[in-house]
Nanobody
């Protein structure tokens, strides 16, 4: 199982980023996927979850209306579109496949003026 996140970076408040997680080594199209994040000094928290068919199962209250999760099963990729970014969104963002308990290496998102 391999998960490779990309798309992080430095962005100003109010800006947007789209994170990608490329998956391999497991049946992606039948696997629910999740995005987590971990801010400095805080525990890792679940941000969003998507079913194998693309239905959004969960969005954290703190990101509702700003973030959305989606997937492309043909490309074996899950996305996290982040709009209206805030300082408090600064964290390392991780892709996860709960079915196999596997994690990517994470991608840093820094929201700063």
């Amino acid at each position: 199982v391999q998960l490779v996140e990309s798309g992080g970076g430095l962005v100003q408040p109010g800006g947007s980023l789209r994170l990608s997680c490329a998956a391999s080594g497991f049946p992606f199209s039948t696997s629910p996927m999740r995005w987590y994040r971990q801010a400095p000094g805080k525990e890792r928290e679940l941000v969003a979850s998507i079913s194998s068919a693309g239905g959004i199962n969960y969005l954290a209250e703190s990101v509702k209306g700003r973030f959305t999760i989606s997937r492309d099963n043909a490309k074996k990729t899950v996305y996290l579109q982040m709009n209206s970014l805030k300082f408090e969104d600064t964290a390392v963002y991780y892709c996860n496949v709960p079915r196999f308990g596997s994690w990517g290496q994470g991608t840093q998102v820094t929201v700063s003026s």
